[in-house]
């Protein structure tokens, strides 16, 4: 008996025994969380969550309702924005740090120190900033420029580009902190031997260096488009969702729904909408980047 | 004054020098890595920079590149000042230690990006390489990508890359040092070949110093930013114009023991050999405190004891056999001393063996500048 192979799956106790309570964890809060959530968005459920099967009157109902077309289309805009910028402002900073300039350490934790406050410090700051009354605008006009508009948090139709310098300058730090490590993970002699080919610095960073530095691009992607999906505190710190509902996102309308208009039934609708919208983007890269690969080894 | 260049003995007549470098300096802040440093390398030859890690070998062949902005002196390369000319704008191909080849392109876009962005016509790009991936025989990987191919077939791209360029001007950054000791046999052949073929110049950095020896027309040894010998490999290892560079070539490494001269005579504890036959570079035997060099082959075992000069009895200490050779290790006037004998010679620890040792294949320096007497 005491010669016979142990049984797999008493192999490595310990190490099993200490994962179990995150595999408890992933099972019941995130499965089976998201699970419930789904199956009660069938329901008519309002304070608290009741059995009661409506169908998809709950989806059919949030998507007629206005205030989550709005909040969809701010997610684009705010999301799509983000992403391109917080790339094209991050690589570009992090490529102009790396030119062996001076003071290198102070000016990264200039631009990296705003990530270290929480978006509700950002979102407050910004909205001073971003105030009519003694912000940006207040202080051109008293240089003498008498005309100059800058308000776009009280302006319905751009409200949500207003959010989007604040996110900016709150991401970016990040962006270049990272693209910076993978900058100095590019060998030197890449560099060397691009300029003896006589490739020109810019082309250098598009055909060569970038390249080079897709998993950390993968890596900053999937952090920063976490951080879009979710975004819900900046929105609540800078507008409160306004001017009207010109700044809604649908994680605030998730929340919403749920506790303050006491209609769980629709906010698990709402949030179903957003895993699945995720999961679609999701699952088919996920295909192409991992089980690709797996035929190909 | 360390820093000696070698009487023109038997060096290659040379019609007209490829690169000329004058009172190059390059300084990083403060601190002086290339100090009035002079080489010219002429047309067609292969000079091999050697040294051990910081000596500004590296350095100096980044500045040749380009690629390091030098502190004052020029550089010409082909009779055309190009101090402060672009890298690519030299006439220059260079291959590096770590291959530098794009990751994300095949073996084909490595070897004509350069070139596609140079504006060169297509046709033109495409015999360039098919030229170069014939000469090197890596046309069946021009498909592939740099992951997919070994050590040794990379190197021999990034050599591709380089000779794509048409250039009359190689630069090496020590190619070879990332291969394991097979290949590096094999590459080091194929690059004597190449250059035999190509006839072009080439500037070949290294710590190896058989490397060195096998591929170089000329060595120029470099110590501390300066050049302490530039010359043909039989003048570096029979002539070694300091007590560095004396000690640096040659593996073994050569014996040194400490003594004086006096009147032709080399003397050190019990040792006293006489220096008849020993060429001095002054032309007679000069006095004073001096260093004996003496390499471990060039000590006389064996029948030939006899016929030798100078005999000495020592205890046999330690043997390290290699097959084809025996390293004894012996004392001499209180100094190690190593001999080099032939592998089948019979001995053993604590015996007592005769060497001889003939002044005309030693070396003498000055004790206190260390410089060839």
């Not at chain 1, 999301?79 to 000016?107: H, M, P, S, W």
């Not at chain 2, 004894?328 to 620890?349: T, Y």
């Amino acid at each position: 008996m005491s010669s016979a192979r142990p049984s797999r799956l008493f192999r490595n106790k310990s190490a099993k025994i200490a994962a179990i309570p995150m595999i408890v964890t992933a099972l019941f809060v995130f499965v089976g969380g998201t699970v419930w959530t789904i199956v009660y968005s069938f329901t008519k459920s309002g304070l608290l969550p009741r059995l009661k099967w409506v169908g998809l009157d709950q989806y059919e109902r949030l998507w007629s309702t206005r205030k989550w077309l709005v909040s969809i289309e701010n997610l684009a805009i705010y999301g799509f924005c983000t992403l391109v910028l917080v790339f094209v402002i991050g690589f570009i900073l992090a490529a102009l740090i790396d030119q062996k300039i001076r003071f290198e350490n102070t000016i990264r934790t200039v631009i990296l120190y705003p990530y270290a406050l929480s978006f509700v410090v950002t979102g407050l700051v910004w909205q001073w900033i971003l105030n009519p009354e003694f912000g940006v605008q207040k202080i051109v006009r008293s240089w003498g420029w008498e005309s100059f508009q800058f308000d776009p948090l009280y302006t319905a139709d751009i409200a949500i580009y207003g959010v989007l310098i604040a996110g900016l300058w709150q991401g970016s730090g990040l962006v270049m902190v990272l693209m910076l490590a993978g900058l100095r993970g590019i060998d030197q002699d890449v560099w060397k031997a691009a300029r003896i080919d006589g490739i020109p610095a810019w082309k250098t960073y598009l055909f060569i260096v970038i390249p080079m530095m897709r998993p950390v691009f993968i890596t900053t992607l999937v952090l920063v488009v976490t951080g879009i999906v979710k975004i819900y505190d900046l929105i609540v710190a800078q507008t409160g969702g306004g001017p009207g509902i010109a700044t809604e996102v649908p994680a605030k309308y998730v929340y919403d729904s749920m506790f303050r208009a006491n209609n769980l039934g629709q906010g698990f609708a709402a949030s179903t909408m957003m895993l699945l919208t995720v999961a679609l983007i999701v699952i088919p890269w996920a295909i192409l980047e991992f089980g690709g690969s797996r035929n190909r080894d | 004054m360390c820093a000696v260049l070698p009487p023109a003995l038997s060096r290659v007549e040379i019609m007209s020098n490829s690169i000329e470098i004058k009172n190059l300096d390059l300084n990083f802040g403060s601190i002086e890595v290339l100090q009035n440093l002079n080489l010219d390398v002429g047309k067609g030859e292969f000079l091999v920079l050697l040294g051990s890690s910081g000596c500004g070998k590296s350095t100096l062949l980044n500045c040749i590149a380009g690629l390091l902005d030098v502190t004052a002196g020029q550089i010409h390369i082909n009779n055309k000042n190009v101090t402060w000319a672009e890298p690519s704008e030299r006439g220059i191909g260079m291959v590096f230690q770590s291959y530098a080849l794009y990751p994300q392109m095949t073996v084909e876009g490595n070897l004509s990006f350069g070139l596609k962005n140079a504006k060169l016509p297509k046709a033109e790009i495409a015999d360039r390489v098919k030229r170069a991936a014939d000469i090197l025989q890596i046309e069946p990987l021009l498909k592939r990508k740099p992951a997919a191919l070994s050590g040794g077939q990379r190197q021999r791209v990034a050599i591709g890359r380089a000779l794509v360029r048409d250039v009359d001007v190689f630069l090496f950054d020590e190619p070879l040092s990332n291969l394991d000791a097979k290949l590096r046999a094999d590459l080091r052949v194929e690059i004597k070949r190449l250059h035999q073929k190509l006839e072009n110049t080439m500037v070949y950095v290294t710590h190896d110093q058989i490397e060195a020896m096998t591929l170089a027309d000329r060595i120029a040894i470099m110590r501390g930013g300066k050049i302490m010998q530039l010359g043909t490999p039989d003048e570096i290892y029979g002539l070694p114009m300091n007590k560095y560079v004396a000690d640096f070539i040659g593996s073994p490494s050569m014996n040194f023991i400490d003594g004086s001269i006096q009147n032709g005579v080399f003397t050190a504890g019990d040792l006293a050999i006489s220096l008849t036959g020993y060429e001095f570079t002054s032309g007679e035997a000069v006095d004073g405190g001096a260093t004996l060099g003496i390499r471990p082959e060039h000590v006389i075992t064996g029948e030939l004891v006899s016929h030798s000069p100078y005999c000495i009895d020592v205890e046999v200490e330690l043997i390290e056999p290699t097959g084809s050779d025996k390293l004894i290790d012996c004392q001499v006037a209180g100094h190690l001393f190593r001999v080099r004998m032939d592998g089948q010679a019979q001995v053993s620890v604590g015996e007592v063996l005769r060497l001889g040792i003939d002044p005309a294949r030693a070396s003498l320096f000055d004790a206190a500048t260390e410089v060839r007497l």
